[in-house]
T-cell receptor
């Protein structure tokens, strides 16, 4: 039962353009959503998060959008840079489950110069 | 350096064996989480400890067990190993329940069962 899904295993964009990574979830109890970035041979690093009471959160080049009715969130990176090339994981948390995060399968982003 | 230390970084062992993976959380963090990442899979939650007590359990096999010690370091024990247990095992820590700021991951232990 995959409660958090990232349906695109990979994405390739040109440097300077927008990268849009998508994530869908099924559990309506999720009330906190996070994005992590992972480089090879390293652990995931926290990127940005959003509470279910908001529909947008922005941090520099990174913006996360949440559409609760569609149970969908997306991460926008503008402008994309070659150093953004990594695997991006979407994660979700439910308030009644402590700090447990449920992760998607990840999307590998490649930003080409 | 994320502040979360996992040892060993690599481990190769035979089927049927038992191994112990160790995690030292970031200073001050009370919660420790264990995740498994198999090939082409996302991060699967295994178990969470908070200040020495088990807090949440995920899809952890009965052959696997974990504990968190008084100094807050944690160990994940994997026994009767099978080929399918080959994976990256990540430990993460957070100060409380990790929701708003996420949590900090270690660089993982790559386990290969042959």
């Amino acid at each position: 039962d995959q409660q958090v899904k990232q349906n695109s295993p990979s994405l390739s964009v040109q440097e300077g353009r927008i990268s849009i990574l998508n994530c869908d979830y099924t559990n309506s109890m999720f009330d906190y959503f996070l994005w992590y970035k992972k480089y090879p041979a390293e652990g995931p690093t926290f990127l940005i998060s959003i509470s279910s009471i908001k529909d947008k959160n922005e941090d520099g080049r990174f913006t996360v959008f949440l559409n609760k009715s569609a149970k969908h969130l997306s991460l926008h990176i503008v402008p994309s840079q070659p150093g953004d090339s990594a695997v991006y994981f979407c994660a979700a948390s439910a308030g009644n489950q402590g700090g447990k995060l449920i992760f998607g399968q990840g999307t590998e982003l490649s930003v080409k110069p | 350096d994320s502040g979360v230390t996992q040892t060993p970084k690599h481990l190769i062992t035979a089927t049927g064996q038992r191994v112990t993976l160790r995690c030292s959380p970031r200073s001050g963090d009370l919660s420790v989480y264990w995740y498994q990442q198999s090939l082409d899979q996302g991060l699967q939650f295994l178990i969470q400890y908070y200040n020495g007590e088990e807090r949440a359990k995920g899809n952890i096999l009965e052959r696997f067990s974990a504990q968190q010690f008084p100094d807050l370091h944690s160990e994940l024990n994997l026994s009767s190993l099978e080929l399918g247990d080959s994976a990256l095992y990540f430990c993460a820590s957070s100060s409380h329940l990790g929701r708003e700021g996420g949590y900090t991951f270690g660089s993982g232990t790559r386990l290969t069962v042959v």
